[in-house]
């Protein structure tokens, strides 16, 4: 069942990729080396456990597009909760507060 979530996170993250592209003009071509060579959810919880926001970050935040970050995408799915510990949610949760992003509902 993880393993099967785990597949289908790595989908989303490509797909949060290929949406920056489309809709806030931004290639993150950083993100994309990193999921071809990391995978979805080793990148994931590298960024969200970093000190830093990471250049992607700060680019969609600029753009007005934090929607389209790995952060949001883990807290506004609760699907993809169990892949990560409640420290790192509540970290992501924190750099998206430190942003002023409101989340969807």
Not at 23 to 48: C, H, S, W
Not at 51 to 76: C, F, K, Q
Request: glycine share 6%; no cysteine; hydrophobic share 45%.
């Amino acid at each position: 069942m993880i393993a099967n979530l785990e597949r289908q996170f790595g989908v989303a993250m490509l797909g949060i990729y290929q949406r920056a592209k489309v809709e806030a003009k931004y290639n993150a071509t950083v993100f994309l080396g990193m999921l071809n060579d990391r995978g979805g959810l080793p990148t994931a919880k590298y960024l969200i456990n970093a000190a830093d926001p990471s250049e992607g970050y700060t680019n969609l935040w600029e753009r007005g597009r934090l929607d389209l970050t790995v952060e949001a995408t883990v807290l506004e799915n609760s699907k993809w909760h169990p892949l990560f510990t409640p420290d790192e949610l509540a970290k992501a949760k924190a750099r998206l507060v430190a942003y002023q992003y409101q989340a969807k509902a």
